[in-house]
């Protein structure tokens, strides 16, 4: 079965910082470029950063820039977001997927909550 | 940065209707790297279409997408009970990587 599981997500207090995991299961992690993803409280989709295969070629929202760090581990099949600096509008749930293909899979995503 | 604009924002509809959604973009896609998600309240992102008009793995044919220009569309043929949620469309070609605001389709 095919399964992306987002972790790490929780309560913390503005300029703090926390690290999302997301473990993949079930499919060739390494043959595809990823994502992470948010939607915040009443609100649509905001794409937030992007990793390519190989990892050599890495993207971010300018909303993120500096202050967050996408990474990957294909050996332990896993997407990473380290956040920094923390703001009360980076609240939202975080999902981790793969970049739109033939086959894509996302996760159900977690939740952060920014908040003094 | 490359806006995507939806219309409409919502679409009332009954089931076994056709739903018609709209995405322009504010300037050329690259490749026609667009993309079409479904998304439900505590369910993963889903993806129907990408590259315009390619139906992902899975996604039933009632599910259609087309380009024009800077115009996309997202047709779904005879609306199933389970359609009803909300729709984005996602330009992929370049960096940022923007969505559209989102249409809800609701039952009528």
């Known amino acids: 079965e095919v399964q992306l599981v987002e972790s790490g997500g929780g309560l913390v207090k503005p300029g703090g910082s926390l690290r999302l995991s997301c473990a993949a299961s079930g499919f060739i992690f390494s043959s595809y470029s990823l994502n992470w993803v948010r939607q915040a409280p009443g609100k649509g989709l905001e794409w937030v950063s992007s990793?390519?295969?190989?990892?050599?070629?890495?993207y971010y929202a300018d909303s993120v820039k500096g202050r967050f760090t996408i990474s990957r581990d294909d050996a332990k099949s896993s997407l990473f977001l380290q956040m920094n600096s923390l703001r009360v509008d980076d609240t939202a749930v975080y999902y981790c997927?793969?970049?739109?293909?033939?086959?894509?899979?996302w996760g159900q995503g977690t939740l952060v909550t920014v908040s003094s | 940065e490359i806006v995507l604009t939806q219309s409409p924002d919502t679409l009332s509809l009954s089931p076994g209707e056709r739903a018609t959604l709209s995405c322009r973009a504010s300037q050329t896609v690259s490749s026609s790297y667009l993309a079409w998600y479904q998304l439900k309240p505590g369910q993963a992102p889903r993806l129907l279409i990408y590259a315009a008009s390619s139906r992902a793995t899975g996604i039933p044919d009632r599910f259609s997408g087309s380009a024009s220009g800077t115009d996309f569309t997202l047709t779904i043929n005879r609306l199933e009970p389970e359609d009803f949620a909300v729709y984005y469309c996602q330009q992929y070609g370049g960096s940022p990587r923007t969505f559209g605001q989102g249409t809800k389709v609701e039952i009528k």
């Open positions: 990793i390519s295969r190989s990892g050599s070629q890495i």
């Open positions: 997927g793969s970049t739109p293909g033939n086959r894509a899979y």
